[in-house]
Protein backbone atom coordinates (compact mmCIF):
# COMPACT_ATOMS: atom_id res chain seq x y z
CA UNK A 1 0.00 0.00 0.00
CA UNK A 2 1.30 3.42 -1.09
CA UNK A 3 1.39 6.22 1.91
CA UNK A 4 -0.18 9.10 0.38
CA UNK A 5 2.51 11.13 0.85
CA UNK A 6 2.69 14.76 -0.41
CA UNK A 7 4.50 14.02 -3.89
CA UNK A 8 1.52 11.49 -4.13
CA UNK A 9 -0.69 14.05 -3.39
CA UNK A 10 0.56 16.62 -5.97
CA UNK A 11 0.40 13.68 -8.68
CA UNK A 12 -3.62 13.64 -8.02
CA UNK A 13 -3.70 17.28 -8.19
CA UNK A 14 -2.31 17.62 -11.83
CA UNK A 15 -3.94 14.67 -12.98
CA UNK A 16 -7.06 16.34 -12.10
CA UNK A 17 -5.47 19.86 -13.19
CA UNK A 18 -4.91 18.43 -16.79
CA UNK A 19 -7.78 16.41 -17.53
CA UNK A 20 -9.80 19.85 -16.51
CA UNK A 21 -7.86 22.55 -18.13
CA UNK A 22 -7.23 20.51 -21.35
CA UNK A 23 -11.14 20.23 -21.64
CA UNK A 24 -11.81 23.49 -20.98
CA UNK A 25 -8.76 25.21 -22.92
CA UNK A 26 -10.64 23.35 -26.34
CA UNK A 27 -13.80 25.39 -25.58
CA UNK A 28 -12.69 28.74 -25.58
CA UNK A 29 -12.65 29.38 -29.23
CA UNK A 30 -16.09 29.51 -28.66
CA UNK A 31 -15.78 33.18 -27.76
CA UNK A 32 -14.25 33.69 -31.65
CA UNK A 33 -15.81 30.88 -33.74
CA UNK A 34 -19.81 31.03 -34.25
CA UNK A 35 -20.06 27.56 -35.90
CA UNK A 36 -17.81 24.25 -37.03
CA UNK A 37 -18.03 22.73 -40.21
CA UNK A 38 -19.51 19.09 -40.21
CA UNK A 39 -16.10 18.53 -42.06
CA UNK A 40 -14.25 20.00 -39.81
CA UNK A 41 -16.00 18.18 -36.45
CA UNK A 42 -15.41 15.26 -38.25
CA UNK A 43 -11.70 15.45 -39.18
CA UNK A 44 -11.46 16.74 -35.12
CA UNK A 45 -13.44 13.30 -33.69
CA UNK A 46 -11.41 11.47 -35.62
CA UNK A 47 -8.23 12.52 -34.69
CA UNK A 48 -9.54 12.14 -30.84
CA UNK A 49 -10.76 8.58 -31.71
CA UNK A 50 -7.51 7.84 -33.14
CA UNK A 51 -5.31 9.43 -29.90
CA UNK A 52 -7.86 7.48 -27.48
CA UNK A 53 -7.13 4.30 -29.68
CA UNK A 54 -3.24 4.61 -29.72
CA UNK A 55 -3.52 5.43 -26.22
CA UNK A 56 -5.59 2.18 -25.53
CA UNK A 57 -2.75 0.20 -27.61
CA UNK A 58 0.28 1.71 -26.22
CA UNK A 59 -0.14 3.52 -23.04
CA UNK A 60 -2.70 1.10 -21.33
CA UNK A 61 -2.83 -2.26 -22.80
CA UNK A 62 0.71 -2.49 -23.47
CA UNK A 63 2.20 -1.89 -19.91
CA UNK A 64 -0.68 -4.19 -18.47
CA UNK A 65 0.33 -6.71 -20.05
CA UNK A 66 4.21 -6.07 -19.35
CA UNK A 67 2.86 -5.82 -15.75
CA UNK A 68 1.33 -8.64 -15.29
CA UNK A 69 4.23 -10.96 -17.25
CA UNK A 70 6.15 -9.56 -14.51
CA UNK A 71 4.05 -10.71 -11.85
CA UNK A 72 2.73 -14.12 -12.79
CA UNK A 73 5.41 -15.03 -14.99
CA UNK A 74 2.79 -17.13 -16.63
CA UNK A 75 1.63 -15.83 -20.77
CA UNK A 76 -1.49 -17.70 -20.84
CA UNK A 77 -2.22 -16.29 -17.11
CA UNK A 78 -1.32 -12.61 -18.30
CA UNK A 79 -3.73 -12.63 -21.26
CA UNK A 80 -6.34 -13.68 -19.53
CA UNK A 81 -6.65 -11.63 -16.42
CA UNK A 82 -5.93 -8.45 -19.21
CA UNK A 83 -9.04 -9.83 -21.37
CA UNK A 84 -11.37 -10.01 -18.13
CA UNK A 85 -10.65 -6.85 -16.75
CA UNK A 86 -10.72 -5.02 -20.56
CA UNK A 87 -14.15 -6.71 -21.07
CA UNK A 88 -15.20 -5.22 -17.20
CA UNK A 89 -14.35 -2.36 -18.64
CA UNK A 90 -16.28 -1.92 -22.10
CA UNK A 91 -19.57 -3.76 -20.77
CA UNK A 92 -19.56 -1.63 -17.10
CA UNK A 93 -19.23 1.67 -19.57
CA UNK A 94 -22.14 -0.06 -21.67
CA UNK A 95 -24.33 -0.61 -18.28
CA UNK A 96 -23.59 3.26 -17.84
CA UNK A 97 -24.67 3.82 -20.88
CA UNK A 98 -28.08 2.20 -21.15
CA UNK A 99 -29.34 3.09 -17.58
CA UNK A 100 -27.82 6.73 -17.40
CA UNK A 101 -30.53 9.06 -19.73
CA UNK A 102 -28.54 11.26 -21.70
CA UNK A 103 -28.36 12.54 -25.46
CA UNK A 104 -25.95 12.66 -28.19
CA UNK A 105 -25.33 15.08 -30.95
CA UNK A 106 -26.07 12.83 -33.89
CA UNK A 107 -27.65 9.69 -32.06
CA UNK A 108 -30.05 11.27 -30.52
CA UNK A 109 -31.51 9.97 -27.02
CA UNK A 110 -29.97 6.54 -25.44
CA UNK A 111 -30.94 5.39 -21.95
CA UNK A 112 -33.72 5.38 -19.75
CA UNK A 113 -36.15 7.87 -20.29
CA UNK A 114 -36.31 10.95 -18.30
CA UNK A 115 -38.94 13.93 -18.64
CA UNK A 116 -37.75 15.59 -16.08
CA UNK A 117 -34.02 16.73 -17.03
CA UNK A 118 -33.58 19.78 -18.70
CA UNK A 119 -32.03 19.00 -22.86
CA UNK A 120 -28.85 20.64 -22.03
CA UNK A 121 -28.36 17.99 -18.76
CA UNK A 122 -28.80 15.45 -21.13
CA UNK A 123 -26.21 15.91 -23.22
CA UNK A 124 -23.82 16.83 -20.19
CA UNK A 125 -24.65 13.60 -19.18
CA UNK A 126 -23.58 11.75 -22.86
CA UNK A 127 -19.98 13.70 -22.78
CA UNK A 128 -19.77 12.80 -18.63
CA UNK A 129 -19.88 9.41 -19.81
CA UNK A 130 -18.22 9.80 -22.78
CA UNK A 131 -14.96 11.84 -20.49
CA UNK A 132 -15.34 9.93 -17.68
CA UNK A 133 -12.66 6.93 -18.69
CA UNK A 134 -10.37 9.04 -20.09
CA UNK A 135 -9.80 10.62 -16.09
CA UNK A 136 -9.65 7.32 -14.92
CA UNK A 137 -7.21 6.25 -17.91
CA UNK A 138 -4.58 9.06 -16.39
CA UNK A 139 -5.46 8.46 -13.15
CA UNK A 140 -3.97 5.01 -13.08
CA UNK A 141 -1.37 6.08 -15.13
CA UNK A 142 -0.13 8.83 -12.22
CA UNK A 143 -1.23 5.86 -9.42
CA UNK A 144 1.44 3.63 -10.90
CA UNK A 145 4.32 6.43 -9.73
CA UNK A 146 5.87 5.17 -13.05
CA UNK A 147 6.91 8.49 -15.14
CA UNK A 148 7.37 6.00 -18.32
CA UNK A 149 4.05 4.91 -17.78
CA UNK A 150 2.51 8.37 -16.77
CA UNK A 151 3.82 10.88 -19.08
CA UNK A 152 2.03 9.64 -22.50
CA UNK A 153 -1.60 8.97 -20.91
CA UNK A 154 -1.50 12.70 -19.72
CA UNK A 155 0.01 14.40 -22.60
CA UNK A 156 -2.35 12.00 -25.20
CA UNK A 157 -5.60 12.46 -23.16
CA UNK A 158 -4.70 16.21 -22.86
CA UNK A 159 -4.29 16.56 -27.09
CA UNK A 160 -7.32 14.86 -27.62
CA UNK A 161 -9.20 16.73 -24.83
CA UNK A 162 -8.27 19.73 -26.85
CA UNK A 163 -10.22 19.36 -30.21
CA UNK A 164 -12.90 17.16 -28.32
CA UNK A 165 -13.58 20.41 -25.76
CA UNK A 166 -14.17 22.74 -28.86
CA UNK A 167 -16.40 20.13 -30.68
CA UNK A 168 -18.71 19.71 -27.87
CA UNK A 169 -19.00 23.42 -27.13
CA UNK A 170 -19.48 24.35 -30.98
CA UNK A 171 -22.51 21.94 -31.44
CA UNK A 172 -23.98 23.32 -27.84
CA UNK A 173 -23.57 26.66 -29.85
CA UNK A 174 -25.52 25.10 -32.49
CA UNK A 175 -27.87 23.81 -31.24
CA UNK A 176 -29.04 27.24 -29.75
CA UNK A 177 -27.18 27.27 -26.32
CA UNK A 178 -25.47 30.55 -25.61
CA UNK A 179 -21.42 30.66 -24.94
CA UNK A 180 -22.56 30.77 -21.20
CA UNK A 181 -24.23 26.85 -21.42
CA UNK A 182 -21.66 26.07 -23.82
CA UNK A 183 -19.07 26.84 -21.14
CA UNK A 184 -20.56 25.77 -18.48
CA UNK A 185 -21.37 22.26 -19.69
CA UNK A 186 -17.71 21.98 -21.17
CA UNK A 187 -16.85 22.92 -17.15
CA UNK A 188 -18.98 19.86 -15.84
CA UNK A 189 -17.39 16.99 -18.14
CA UNK A 190 -13.72 18.42 -17.00
CA UNK A 191 -14.87 17.81 -13.63
CA UNK A 192 -16.26 14.47 -14.22
CA UNK A 193 -12.91 13.72 -16.27
CA UNK A 194 -11.06 14.79 -13.06
CA UNK A 195 -13.01 13.08 -10.57
CA UNK A 196 -12.03 10.02 -12.99
CA UNK A 197 -8.62 10.83 -12.51
CA UNK A 198 -9.42 10.60 -9.04
CA UNK A 199 -10.50 7.31 -8.24
CA UNK A 200 -7.62 6.06 -10.71
CA UNK A 201 -4.93 7.28 -9.09
CA UNK A 202 -6.65 6.55 -5.59
CA UNK A 203 -7.18 2.90 -6.45
CA UNK A 204 -3.71 1.90 -7.51
CA UNK A 205 -2.26 4.49 -5.06
CA UNK A 206 -3.41 2.13 -2.53
CA UNK A 207 -1.62 -1.27 -4.60
CA UNK A 208 0.54 -1.56 -7.64
CA UNK A 209 -1.10 -5.03 -7.55
CA UNK A 210 -4.15 -3.23 -9.05
CA UNK A 211 -2.24 -1.33 -12.10
CA UNK A 212 -2.42 -4.28 -14.19
CA UNK A 213 -6.54 -4.67 -14.09
CA UNK A 214 -6.34 -0.89 -13.74
CA UNK A 215 -5.05 -0.14 -17.01
CA UNK A 216 -7.43 -2.84 -18.75
CA UNK A 217 -9.89 -1.76 -17.19
CA UNK A 218 -9.34 2.33 -18.35
CA UNK A 219 -8.62 0.80 -21.50
CA UNK A 220 -11.50 -1.19 -22.09
CA UNK A 221 -14.08 1.69 -20.92
CA UNK A 222 -11.75 3.55 -23.98
CA UNK A 223 -12.68 1.28 -26.00
CA UNK A 224 -16.39 1.34 -25.83
CA UNK A 225 -16.36 4.67 -26.04
CA UNK A 226 -14.16 4.46 -29.42
CA UNK A 227 -16.30 1.88 -31.08
CA UNK A 228 -20.04 2.28 -29.98
CA UNK A 229 -19.84 6.39 -29.75
CA UNK A 230 -17.13 7.97 -31.67
CA UNK A 231 -16.85 5.42 -34.85
CA UNK A 232 -20.07 5.77 -35.69
CA UNK A 233 -20.67 9.37 -35.73
CA UNK A 234 -17.88 9.32 -38.10
CA UNK A 235 -20.05 7.80 -40.75
CA UNK A 236 -22.95 9.60 -40.60
CA UNK A 237 -22.05 12.45 -42.66
CA UNK A 238 -20.08 11.32 -45.87
CA UNK A 239 -16.73 12.54 -44.48
CA UNK A 240 -15.36 9.25 -44.02
CA UNK A 241 -12.19 9.53 -45.96
CA UNK A 242 -11.62 12.72 -43.80
CA UNK A 243 -12.55 11.52 -40.41
CA UNK A 244 -10.20 8.32 -41.37
CA UNK A 245 -7.37 10.00 -42.02
CA UNK A 246 -7.61 12.21 -38.57
CA UNK A 247 -8.44 9.44 -37.12
CA UNK A 248 -5.08 7.48 -38.79
CA UNK A 249 -3.09 10.77 -37.37
CA UNK A 250 -4.11 10.60 -34.00
CA UNK A 251 -3.66 7.66 -33.76
CA UNK A 252 0.10 7.90 -34.99
CA UNK A 253 0.79 10.74 -32.82
CA UNK A 254 -0.18 8.61 -29.65
CA UNK A 255 2.20 6.12 -31.15
CA UNK A 256 5.11 8.55 -31.18
CA UNK A 257 4.60 10.29 -27.75
CA UNK A 258 4.75 6.73 -26.31
CA UNK A 259 7.26 5.35 -27.84
CA UNK A 260 9.10 8.42 -27.48
CA UNK A 261 8.56 9.21 -24.09
CA UNK A 262 8.75 6.31 -22.55
Not at 57 to 73: G, R, T
Not at 99 to 116: A, D
Request: aromatic letters at 8%.
Amino acid sequence: MILFSNSFIDLIIVGMAVTFFASCLGALPIFFAKNISIKVRDILIGISAGVMLGAVCFSLLNPAISLAENKYHNKLLTAGLVSIFVIIGSVGLSFLNKIIPHEHFLKGKEGIESKSLKRIWLFILAITIHNFPEGLAVGVGLGSGEINIALPIIIGIALQDIPEGLVVALSLKAYGFSNKYAINATLIAGIAESIGALLGCIATGFSHSLLPGGLALAGGAMLYVICGEMIPELHRSGNEAKATAGFIFGFVLMMFLDVGLS
